[in-house]
């Protein structure tokens, strides 16, 4: 049996709040906690080094990394990151909220009390620093820091207790007794992904065999799309039997480096396939910005349309659920919704690919809204799904040409004989692709792949 997972008491934990301001506070916090709790270490945003890296990508790892939050938040709302919409500190307190959820958790919010010495000191702080800003910006970030104080107190109004002190010595004694009251240990999860086994086969690889019908008509879909300049986003519809491969296709996709260059897709699914407001939920924390409020398409279209400017955004859902009426649904409750808000926003150059697989075969005649992706310019309404050729089972000739492939992609050479006896194995008695797939992997020869 595999050890016991380490149980620690909280350790590290990441102090939020805008840098300058909140300047004197926030050192006061993390000298006395780590001076009286010499196992505790608080990560302030500045005290790393991490040339070549993103603020963004560093502080958000730092964030989910941590086993506690700090939020001391004073009257700045401070610098927003490019291509995105909420500031560094907003962005900070939505990863712990995601990281946590809405059950008891080590995030501690800390306010002044009203009318108290710190709140003045942090008013007079703010104040300095808006001076130096143009009136249009120092006002714009008044309205923003008032907003965002109203959704951190909105997140709490459940009964979370928020930490109010009047001063600098009872914030520090505060912050440090919140650590040693959190008496609940935290599990420490490898972040680690599974290991694979020596010679298990890549599932993108298995994604491709037997698949340049659907492959060619997503290509040729793709370029119609690119050359339609007035489009922003399209809906492409994976389909085919039960167990036909879907999931191998959709790590193809996620996987496929000649198409996506060097943007990184999004591929999983929310934990209720189901539900739209989960789809908005997930699609939000994917990129990103998790949505504390409720789930609405205005907010996600914003969100997209912030990362669009930056570049292309591809989603794959590897679920689509399993009621009858889940493709009208997705149609009717998301994706028409979502395009006609991308409408109104500025997307910038960046375009929306998104693919969605279903693990049934399209009902015939297919639903209104789902139509086939076919390679003739002018002619799609992207309002509709997309529906590429149905996954189908894989034939021994199929394999053979996927074998002679992997000289090139895999560094497995194959002689004809044994790619003629690997396939008919792979194929006998049935072309099922769960089952071709998992007589390729037990035939063994990936363990050579270099």
Same mark, same amino acid.
């Given at each position: 049996m595999p050890p016991d997972a380490d149980i620690a008491e909280i350790s590290t934990i990441f102090l939020s709040a805008t840098a300058k301001d909140c300047k004197a506070y926030r050192e006061s916090v993390r000298d006395f906690v780590q001076s009286n709790l010499p196992a505790a270490k608080i990560y302030l945003q500045e005290d790393w080094a991490e040339g070549g890296h993103f603020v963004v990508d560093v502080c958000k790892a730092r964030v989910v990394e941590s086993d506690g939050y700090f939020g001391l938040f004073g009257f700045r709302y401070g610098w927003i990151p490019p291509g995105f919409q909420y500031s560094i500190t907003e962005l900070e307190f939505r990863w712990a909220e995601a990281k946590w959820g809405k059950g008891e958790a080590p995030v501690f919010i800390l306010l002044p009390e009203a009318g108290s010495p710190a709140e003045a000191h942090l008013r007079e702080a703010a104040k300095a620093q808006t001076e130096l800003e143009p009136p249009d910006l120092a006002a714009l970030d008044d309205a923003n820091q008032t907003r965002f104080l109203q959704t951190v107190k909105a997140w709490a109004a459940d009964g979370r207790i928020m930490v109010f002190y009047r001063d600098r010595l009872e914030l520090m004694g505060k912050a440090l007794s919140s650590i040693q009251n959190w008496n609940l240990t935290l599990l420490r999860q490898a972040l680690a992904g599974r290991r694979q086994a020596s010679g298990d086969i890549p599932l993108a690889e298995l994604g491709r065999i037997g698949r340049d019908t659907q492959r060619t008509a997503l290509v040729d879909a793709l370029e119609d799309f690119r050359a339609d300049r007035g489009e922003r986003a399209a809906a492409f519809l994976v389909h085919g039997l039960e167990n036909h491969g879907q999931r191998e296709f959709a790590e193809f996709l996620n996987a496929w480096d000649d198409?996506?260059?060097?943007?990184?897709?999004?591929?999983?699914?929310? =934990? /209720?396939?189901?539900?739209?407001? #989960?789809?908005? *939920?997930?699609?939000?924390? @994917?990129? &990103?910005?998790?949505?504390?409020?409720?789930? #609405?398409?205005? +907010?996600?279209? @914003?969100?997209?349309?912030?990362?669009?400017?930056?570049?292309?955004?591809?989603?794959?859902?590897?679920?689509?659920?399993?009621? @009858? +009426? *889940?493709?009208?649904?997705?149609?009717? %409750?998301?994706?028409?919704?979502?395009?006609?808000?991308?409408?109104?926003?500025?997307?910038? &150059?960046?375009?929306?690919?998104?693919?969605?697989?279903?693990?049934?075969? !399209?009902? @015939?005649?297919?639903?209104? %809204?789902?139509?086939?992706?076919?390679?003739?310019?002018?002619? =799609?309404?992207? /309002?509709? !799904?997309?529906?590429?050729?149905? !996954?189908?089972?894989?034939?021994?000739?199929?394999?053979?040409?996927?074998?002679?492939?992997?000289?090139?992609?895999?560094?497995?050479?194959?002689?004809?004989?044994? *790619?003629? +006896?690997?396939?008919? !194995?792979?194929?006998?008695?049935? &072309? $099922?692709?769960?089952?071709?797939? $998992?007589?390729?992997?037990? $035939?063994?020869?990936?363990?050579s792949a270099s």
């Open positions: 198409e996506w260059e060097d943007a990184q897709p999004i591929c999983g699914q929310p =934990a /209720d396939t189901d539900s739209a407001d #989960a789809l908005i *939920r997930w699609t939000c924390g @994917q990129l &990103g910005t998790p949505m504390i409020d409720r789930a #609405a398409i205005p +907010e996600l279209a @914003q969100t997209l349309a912030v990362r669009l400017r930056r570049g292309p955004v591809i989603v794959i859902l590897r679920s689509i659920g399993h009621r @009858q +009426e *889940r493709l009208t649904r997705f149609i009717e %409750g998301f994706w028409c919704p979502l395009r006609k808000a991308l409408a109104a926003q500025d997307c910038g &150059g960046g375009r929306l690919y998104w693919f969605l697989i279903d693990h049934c075969p !399209l009902p @015939q005649p297919a639903p209104e %809204g789902v139509t086939a992706a076919e390679a003739d310019a002018g002619t =799609a309404d992207y /309002d509709d !799904l997309l529906a590429l050729p149905a !996954l189908g089972d894989i034939s021994a000739g199929q394999v053979r040409k996927w074998l002679k492939e992997l000289r090139k992609s895999a560094g497995i050479t194959l002689d004809e004989p044994r *790619r003629d +006896e690997i396939a008919a !194995l792979a194929t006998t008695p049935d &072309g $099922n692709p769960s089952d071709v797939y $998992n007589r390729l992997t037990l $035939n063994g020869f990936w363990a």
